[in-house]
């Protein structure tokens, strides 16, 4: 991923489908250590996280994956293709050919229920897990109009049309981005939107509407790995959902980034490169004290 973030993917045959991913660190210099991988959230890419990258990966391996239908990952045109539970057993695979964990796993909002998904399926691939501005039960918005109002939407949305321009509802964050990131890496972002597959925009738009549906809450408690949920302030429902995220795991603890609202990888970057680095940094300690 360049500096406008053009990226050359490598590209990785998982359940009939071929994931875009990319690797950066010092991996080819043979350092040996935990790898850090980040799983996007939807309609998004791995992408999402290019303009930090670079300090994540001063200091160790980063793997980053555009998830079945998004990015530049294989666009199958069908929507009973997308379901959570179809993400996960694919980024299982993709743990998995890249030498089977333990890995260090971040999951920003769908791409958090796609890693708890994985993680309950195969524990011992992951040493500890990131879960960004997410919910492991339900990404509704509290107010009953703007429910209404993306659920009228996404039952509309014919994918058959294509993709559309812009998903975005014109929020406050929305003009944070823009003065937080470079034109040219938002024209990128835009750019790789374009060429995501509309059957998962449709799918897994649905899934994420329906509420409960994909939720593991119950199953939190089996979660045995360290957790950080990391969220910005400003993001509602899921910072309200954080505190109890947390404590239905069994080492979980809450890192929220002040006047952030959903990406604050994207404008807060000095502060969440910091609380990544802080959950790594509690991680390795406790890696250290047993020995």
Not at 34 to 39: A, D, K, S, T
Not at 45 to 63: H, K, M, N, Q, T
Request: aromatic letters at 6%; hydrophobic letters at 45%; one cysteine or more.
């Amino acid at each position: 991923m360049g500096r406008a973030g053009e990226a050359v993917p490598e590209r990785l045959a998982v359940n009939g489908v071929e994931l875009a991913w990319g690797e950066w660190g010092e991996a080819s210099a043979g350092v040996v250590g935990v790898p850090l991988v980040l799983c996007h959230g939807y309609t998004g890419s791995a992408f999402d996280f290019s303009l930090r990258i670079p300090e994540l990966a001063a200091g160790r391996r980063v793997l980053a994956l555009d998830l079945r239908g998004h990015g530049h990952s294989t666009r199958t045109g069908d929507v009973a293709s997308y379901t959570v539970e179809q993400l996960a057993a694919d980024l299982v695979g993709f743990i998995e050919a890249g030498g089977g964990g333990p890995v260090d796993l971040l999951g920003h909002s769908m791409g958090g229920l796609v890693a708890l998904t994985a993680v309950l399926a195969r524990p011992e691939l992951v040493r500890s897990l990131v879960l960004m501005d997410t919910s492991a039960w339900s990404f509704l918005p509290t107010d009953e109009g703007l429910r209404k109002m993306v659920h009228d939407y996404m039952t509309a949305f014919d994918p058959s049309r294509g993709v559309p321009t812009t998903l975005s509802m014109g929020g406050p964050e929305d003009a944070l981005i823009e003065a937080s990131t470079p034109a040219d890496w938002r024209a990128a972002r835009d750019a790789v939107f374009a060429g995501m597959d509309p059957y998962a925009i449709k799918a897994l738009g649905m899934a994420l509407m329906a509420d409960g549906v994909g939720s593991v809450r119950d199953q939190l408690g089996s979660i045995t790995c360290p957790v950080t949920v990391l969220v910005g302030s400003r993001d509602h429902p899921l910072v309200d959902q954080a505190p109890e995220l947390a404590a239905g795991v069994a080492d979980g603890v809450v890192s929220v980034i002040q006047g952030a609202y959903h990406s604050p990888q994207l404008t807060h970057g000095t502060e969440w490169v910091a609380a990544v680095e802080g959950h790594l940094a509690r991680v390795e300690a406790g890696a250290r004290a047993r020995g």
